[in-house]
C-alpha cells in the first residue's frame, strides 16, 4: 500500500511538477508581500506579460515541432514600427492588415528555409534575428516611432481598453491560449506536430508532410508576434525600434519553463501559460520586496533554473541523473 501510495504521490509530481513549483513561489511571495495578491496587482501582472504570453503560445508551436525560433524578438520590433508608421499614412484599419501580412511574410520565409530546405532552425532563426533587425532599422530610418493624433485614434483599444472590467491585453491573451490550445490538442493538425517533433521520419513514413507542418508552426509564431507587436504598438502609441530586443530568450525560457522539450514532441498551451505567468510574478515578488533590479535579473534566472530542475528531477524520480 506505502508503495502505491508512493508510486501515485511520484507520478503526480511527474506530471504537474511546474504546477506545484508554481503554487510554491506563489505562497512564498503572497507571506512576503501582502500587496502580492491582490486583484490589482493580479491584473497589473498579467497584463504586463500578455505580450510576452502571446509570442510564447506561437513558439510554443515550433518548440514541439523541433525547432527553435530565436527571431521572434526582432520580428516583434518589426511589426510594432510598422503598424505605428502605417497608422498615420493608411490609417489603422489598413494599417493593422498589412502590417500582419508582412509579418507573415517575415514568418514564411523562415519557414520555408528550415521546412523545405531542412536548413538548421538555429541558425536560421538567429540569422534572421540580425536581418530582421536591419530591416526595421532600414523601414524606420534609425529613428522611433510615434502616432501623431494619439487622442483621436480608435487603435489605444488593443493595448489601453478593456472589456467588463478586465484589460483588453489579457483577454487577448486568454482568447488565443484557448483557441491554440483547442488546436494543438484536439485536431489532427496538432497531432502532426506532436508526430513532427517526436519522430520527424517516422511522422515522414507515416504519410505526414514534415515540410508543410513546420512552415505553418512558422507562421503560426509569426502570426502571434504580429498579435504581439499590435498590442505594444497600442499600448503606448508610439515605440522605439529595438523594443523586442532580447524578449526570444525570455519567450523561449517561458516554453521551455512551461515543460515543452527542446527535442521537441511534448509541450502543451496550459503549460506554456503557466512557464509565463512564473516569469511575471517572480519579477512582481521581486519588485515588491525592493530589490534592485540587477539583483531581480540574477535571481529571477536561479529560480527559473531551480524550477526547471525541480520539474525534471520530478519526472525522473531523482534529483540527479542516473548518469552523474
Same mark, same amino acid.
Given at each position: 500500500? /506505502?508503495?502505491?501510495?508512493?508510486?501515485? !504521490?511520484?507520478?503526480?509530481?511527474?506530471?504537474?511538477?511546474?504546477?506545484?513549483?508554481? @503554487? !510554491?513561489? &506563489?505562497?512564498?511571495?503572497?507571506?512576503?508581500? /501582502?500587496?502580492?495578491?491582490? $486583484?490589482?496587482?493580479?491584473?497589473?501582472?498579467?497584463?504586463?506579460? @500578455?505580450?510576452?504570453?502571446? &509570442? @510564447?503560445?506561437?513558439?510554443?508551436?515550433?518548440?514541439?515541432?523541433?525547432?527553435?525560433?530565436?527571431?521572434?524578438?526582432?520580428? &516583434?520590433? +518589426?511589426?510594432?514600427?510598422?503598424?505605428?508608421?502605417?497608422?498615420?499614412?493608411?490609417?489603422?484599419?489598413?494599417? !493593422?492588415?498589412?502590417?500582419?501580412?508582412?509579418?507573415?511574410?517575415?514568418?514564411?520565409?523562415?519557414?520555408?528555409? $528550415?521546412?523545405?530546405?531542412?536548413?538548421?532552425?538555429?541558425?536560421?532563426?538567429?540569422?534572421?534575428?540580425?536581418?530582421?533587425?536591419?530591416?526595421?532599422?532600414?523601414?524606420?530610418?534609425?529613428?522611433?516611432?510615434?502616432?501623431?493624433?494619439?487622442?483621436?485614434?480608435?487603435?489605444?483599444? +488593443?493595448?489601453?481598453?478593456?472589456?467588463?472590467?478586465?484589460?483588453?491585453?489579457?483577454?487577448? +491573451?486568454?482568447?488565443?491560449? /484557448?483557441?491554440?490550445?483547442?488546436?494543438?490538442?484536439?485536431?489532427? +493538425?496538432?497531432?502532426?506536430?506532436?508526430?513532427?517533433?517526436?519522430?520527424?521520419?517516422?511522422?515522414?513514413?507515416?504519410? !505526414?508532410?514534415?515540410?508543410?507542418?513546420?512552415?505553418?508552426?512558422?507562421?503560426?509564431?509569426?502570426?502571434?508576434?504580429?498579435?504581439?507587436?499590435?498590442?505594444?504598438?497600442?499600448?503606448?502609441?508610439?515605440?522605439?525600434?529595438?523594443?523586442?530586443?532580447?524578449?526570444?530568450?525570455?519567450?523561449?525560457?517561458?516554453?521551455?519553463?512551461?515543460?515543452?522539450?527542446?527535442?521537441?514532441?511534448?509541450?502543451?498551451?496550459?503549460?506554456?501559460?503557466?512557464?509565463?505567468?512564473?516569469?511575471?510574478?517572480?519579477?512582481?515578488?521581486?519588485?515588491?520586496?525592493?530589490?534592485?533590479?540587477?539583483?531581480?535579473?540574477?535571481?529571477?534566472?536561479?529560480?527559473?533554473?531551480?524550477?526547471?530542475?525541480?520539474?525534471?528531477? @520530478?519526472?525522473?524520480?531523482?534529483?540527479?541523473?542516473?548518469?552523474?
Amino acid at each position: 500500500m /506505502a508503495t502505491l501510495t508512493k508510486q501515485k !504521490i511520484g507520478g503526480i509530481l511527474a506530471r504537474q511538477g511546474i504546477l506545484i513549483a508554481f @503554487a !510554491i513561489f &506563489m505562497i512564498a511571495f503572497t507571506l512576503a508581500s /501582502a500587496k502580492f495578491l491582490s $486583484v490589482d496587482n493580479v491584473f497589473s501582472v498579467v497584463r504586463s506579460s @500578455a505580450i510576452l504570453g502571446v &509570442m @510564447a503560445l506561437g513558439v510554443t508551436f515550433v518548440v514541439i515541432s523541433g525547432n527553435l525560433d530565436l527571431s521572434v524578438g526582432s520580428m &516583434m520590433s +518589426f511589426s510594432t514600427i510598422v503598424v505605428l508608421d502605417l497608422h498615420d499614412k493608411i490609417g489603422p484599419a489598413l494599417a !493593422i492588415p498589412a502590417m500582419f501580412a508582412m509579418t507573415l511574410c517575415l514568418g514564411a520565409i523562415i519557414g520555408f528555409l $528550415v521546412g523545405y530546405l531542412r536548413l538548421n532552425s538555429l541558425i536560421v532563426t538567429l540569422g534572421m534575428l540580425s536581418a530582421i533587425h536591419g530591416l526595421t532599422l532600414t523601414y524606420s530610418g534609425g529613428q522611433n516611432m510615434d502616432i501623431a493624433d494619439k487622442e483621436g485614434t480608435w487603435f489605444s483599444v +488593443f493595448g489601453q481598453g478593456s472589456a467588463l472590467g478586465i484589460p483588453v491585453p489579457i483577454l487577448i +491573451f486568454v482568447g488565443l491560449a /484557448a483557441f491554440l490550445g483547442v488546436v494543438l490538442a484536439r485536431t489532427p +493538425f496538432g497531432r502532426k506536430v506532436y508526430a513532427v517533433g517526436g519522430n520527424g521520419t517516422a511522422a515522414t513514413f507515416s504519410g !505526414i508532410r514534415r515540410a508543410r507542418i513546420v512552415f505553418q508552426c512558422y507562421l503560426i509564431s509569426s502570426a502571434c508576434v504580429a498579435t504581439a507587436g499590435l498590442i505594444q504598438a497600442s499600448r503606448s502609441l508610439g515605440s522605439q525600434n529595438t523594443v523586442g530586443q532580447g524578449l526570444e530568450l525570455e519567450v523561449l525560457a517561458a516554453v521551455i519553463l512551461g515543460g515543452a522539450s527542446l527535442l521537441g514532441g511534448s509541450g502543451t498551451i496550459f503549460k506554456t501559460v503557466i512557464g509565463v505567468l512564473i516569469l511575471g510574478f517572480i519579477q512582481n515578488g521581486l519588485l515588491l520586496l525592493g530589490l534592485q533590479f540587477y539583483v531581480q535579473f540574477v535571481v529571477t534566472w536561479v529560480i527559473i533554473i531551480l524550477a526547471v530542475w525541480l520539474d525534471i528531477a @520530478a519526472k525522473r524520480g531523482k534529483l540527479l541523473s542516473p548518469i552523474a
